[in-house]
Protein backbone atom coordinates (compact mmCIF):
# COMPACT_ATOMS: atom_id res chain seq x y z
CA UNK A 1 0.00 0.00 0.00
CA UNK A 2 1.34 3.35 -0.84
CA UNK A 3 -0.13 6.78 0.50
CA UNK A 4 1.17 9.81 -2.05
CA UNK A 5 0.45 13.07 -0.14
CA UNK A 6 0.56 16.44 -2.22
CA UNK A 7 -0.44 20.28 -1.52
CA UNK A 8 1.43 21.70 0.47
CA UNK A 9 3.52 24.88 0.30
CA UNK A 10 4.33 28.36 1.53
CA UNK A 11 0.94 30.47 2.43
CA UNK A 12 0.26 33.54 4.33
CA UNK A 13 -1.38 33.50 7.41
CA UNK A 14 -5.50 33.60 6.83
CA UNK A 15 -4.69 31.76 3.89
CA UNK A 16 -5.88 28.19 2.41
CA UNK A 17 -4.64 25.05 0.94
CA UNK A 18 -5.83 21.73 0.41
CA UNK A 19 -3.99 18.35 0.72
CA UNK A 20 -4.38 15.19 -1.32
CA UNK A 21 -3.55 12.02 -0.46
CA UNK A 22 -4.06 9.51 -3.12
CA UNK A 23 -3.80 5.70 -2.34
CA UNK A 24 -3.01 2.53 -4.04
CA UNK A 25 -4.65 -1.03 -3.70
CA UNK A 26 -8.48 -1.51 -4.75
CA UNK A 27 -9.62 -1.61 -0.82
CA UNK A 28 -9.10 2.38 -0.12
CA UNK A 29 -13.19 2.59 0.20
CA UNK A 30 -13.18 0.29 2.69
CA UNK A 31 -10.49 1.88 5.44
CA UNK A 32 -10.82 5.16 7.98
CA UNK A 33 -8.08 7.55 6.99
CA UNK A 34 -6.64 10.38 9.33
CA UNK A 35 -4.51 13.49 8.76
CA UNK A 36 -1.66 13.87 11.74
CA UNK A 37 1.27 16.49 11.53
CA UNK A 38 4.51 16.95 13.27
CA UNK A 39 6.23 20.92 13.80
CA UNK A 40 9.92 20.97 14.27
CA UNK A 41 10.81 19.81 18.01
CA UNK A 42 7.28 18.57 18.47
CA UNK A 43 5.69 15.31 18.56
CA UNK A 44 3.14 13.92 15.54
CA UNK A 45 -0.36 14.95 16.65
CA UNK A 46 -3.56 13.85 15.27
CA UNK A 47 -5.36 16.68 13.39
CA UNK A 48 -8.68 14.90 11.34
CA UNK A 49 -10.00 11.20 10.61
CA UNK A 50 -12.67 10.20 8.44
CA UNK A 51 -14.84 7.39 8.17
CA UNK A 52 -14.28 4.54 4.87
CA UNK A 53 -17.98 5.95 3.81
CA UNK A 54 -17.20 9.15 5.00
CA UNK A 55 -19.95 9.44 7.04
CA UNK A 56 -18.29 10.33 10.27
CA UNK A 57 -15.46 13.15 10.91
CA UNK A 58 -13.36 13.83 13.58
CA UNK A 59 -11.09 16.79 14.06
CA UNK A 60 -8.69 18.19 16.82
CA UNK A 61 -9.56 21.47 18.56
CA UNK A 62 -6.94 23.41 17.21
CA UNK A 63 -8.42 23.24 13.54
CA UNK A 64 -11.94 22.47 14.75
CA UNK A 65 -13.99 24.77 12.38
CA UNK A 66 -10.71 25.64 9.90
CA UNK A 67 -9.91 22.25 8.42
CA UNK A 68 -12.16 19.97 6.94
CA UNK A 69 -11.48 16.36 5.44
CA UNK A 70 -13.13 14.51 2.85
CA UNK A 71 -12.88 11.68 0.27
CA UNK A 72 -13.33 10.48 -2.84
CA UNK A 73 -13.35 6.88 -2.93
CA UNK A 74 -13.57 6.40 -6.88
CA UNK A 75 -10.92 8.40 -6.75
CA UNK A 76 -8.79 6.58 -3.73
CA UNK A 77 -8.44 10.02 -2.43
CA UNK A 78 -8.99 11.99 0.97
CA UNK A 79 -8.19 15.29 1.08
CA UNK A 80 -7.54 18.06 3.96
CA UNK A 81 -9.13 21.97 3.23
CA UNK A 82 -7.00 24.37 5.35
CA UNK A 83 -8.47 27.65 6.00
CA UNK A 84 -7.81 30.01 7.93
CA UNK A 85 -4.06 29.30 8.59
CA UNK A 86 -1.95 29.98 11.11
CA UNK A 87 1.72 30.17 11.33
CA UNK A 88 0.88 27.27 14.85
CA UNK A 89 -0.14 25.36 11.60
CA UNK A 90 3.06 24.79 10.20
CA UNK A 91 3.96 21.49 10.15
CA UNK A 92 4.66 18.52 7.67
CA UNK A 93 1.17 16.70 7.34
CA UNK A 94 0.73 13.02 6.65
CA UNK A 95 -2.55 11.28 5.79
CA UNK A 96 -2.65 7.73 7.17
CA UNK A 97 -4.65 4.61 6.61
CA UNK A 98 -6.80 3.49 9.55
CA UNK A 99 -6.43 0.15 11.29
CA UNK A 100 -9.29 -0.28 13.71
CA UNK A 101 -12.82 -0.44 12.66
CA UNK A 102 -13.42 2.96 14.33
CA UNK A 103 -12.08 6.53 13.47
CA UNK A 104 -8.99 6.91 15.71
CA UNK A 105 -7.13 9.91 16.44
CA UNK A 106 -3.97 7.82 17.99
CA UNK A 107 -0.79 7.46 15.51
CA UNK A 108 -0.95 3.91 16.46
CA UNK A 109 -4.28 3.25 15.38
CA UNK A 110 -2.87 3.87 11.50
CA UNK A 111 -0.97 1.28 9.96
CA UNK A 112 0.25 3.07 6.60
CA UNK A 113 1.64 6.28 6.28
CA UNK A 114 2.46 8.81 3.80
CA UNK A 115 5.89 10.57 3.33
CA UNK A 116 4.31 13.41 4.34
CA UNK A 117 4.17 17.47 2.39
CA UNK A 118 5.20 20.37 4.48
CA UNK A 119 3.26 23.41 5.14
CA UNK A 120 4.62 26.64 6.03
CA UNK A 121 2.00 29.70 6.81
CA UNK A 122 3.74 32.65 7.38
CA UNK A 123 2.58 35.94 9.99
Known amino acids: VQLQTSGGGLVQAGGSLRLSCTTS????????MGWFRQAPGKEREFVATISWSGGSTGYADSVKGRFTIFRDNAMNTVYLQMNSLKPEDTAVYYCARGAAARVATTPSSYDYWGRGTLVTVSS
Open 25 to 32: GRTFSTYN
